[in-house]
């Protein structure tokens, strides 16, 4: 009974290439998060959505998509993959503001 | 423009002394912190918080000091074990925000 999950867990893929992760928490959670950690380990916000709408929305390329089919999930698809977009993709969830974020383990993207 | 920063990247302590990590953070607004704990491989989990109208917080062996003039906040830990040897990140938020700014992080190992 996993908390926040995330599938895959790696993910080797070829430039140019699109690729989806995706993202579910049974915590019943009314917010959930994308994070990076690039190679120097900084751990990023990239995006936020809270009962399905999208809260919060970093400097990231358009070629980052998230999606919310429900407030359990919230996927991230990427297009035309690049060198640079290998890194670790963490899913949080939480239930609001000053709220402890609750992370999945992480999914390793590794882009040839 | 790095508003937390952990400018340790690691730190070794013996078992059963105490292991303090340190963390800066530039940004006034923030008022409230956390510290998360992240094991390889795995997602970050959350280890403790402190408000701003705090300057301590305990659990346990955990300890969280808040310094606001000095835009400081450490983490104790007493007495250190095995098993506390992670990387440490604080985390920060402000003003009503769902958005954790965090830190590099800290890699710490007890040594037995």
């Known amino acids: 009974d996993t908390a926040v999950s995330q599938t895959p867990k790696y993910l080797v893929t070829q430039m140019g290439n699109d690729k989806s992760i995706k993202c579910e928490q049974n915590l019943g959670h009314d917010t959930m998060y994308w994070y990076k950690q690039d190679s120097k380990k900084f751990l990023k916000i990239m995006f936020s959505y809270n009962n399905k709408e999208l809260i919060i929305n970093e400097t990231v390329p358009n070629r980052f998509s998230p999606k919310s089919p429900d407030k359990a999930h919230l996927n991230l698809h990427i297009n035309s993959l690049e060198l640079g977009d290998s890194a670790v993709y963490f899913c949080?969830?939480?239930?609001?503001?000053?709220?402890?974020?609750?992370f999945g383990p992480g999914t390793r993207l590794l882009v040839l | 423009d790095q508003q937390v920063k952990q400018n340790s990247p690691s730190l070794s302590v013996q078992e059963g002394r105490i292991s303090i990590l340190n963390c800066d953070y530039t940004n006034s607004m923030f008022d409230y912190f956390l510290w998360y704990k992240k094991y390889p491989a795995e997602g970050p989990t959350f280890l403790i918080s402190i408000s701003s109208i705090k300057d301590k917080n305990e659990d346990g062996r955990f300890t969280v000091f808040l310094n606001k003039s000095a835009k400081h906040l450490s983490l104790h830990i007493v007495p250190s074990q095995p098993g506390d040897s992670a990387v440490y990140f604080c985390?920060?938020?402000?003003?009503?925000?769902?958005?954790?700014?965090f830190g590099t992080g800290t890699r710490l190992k007890v040594l037995a």
């Open positions: 949080a969830s939480g239930s609001g503001v000053r709220e402890t974020q609750y």
């Open positions: 985390a920060a938020s402000g003003l009503g925000t769902y958005k954790y700014i």
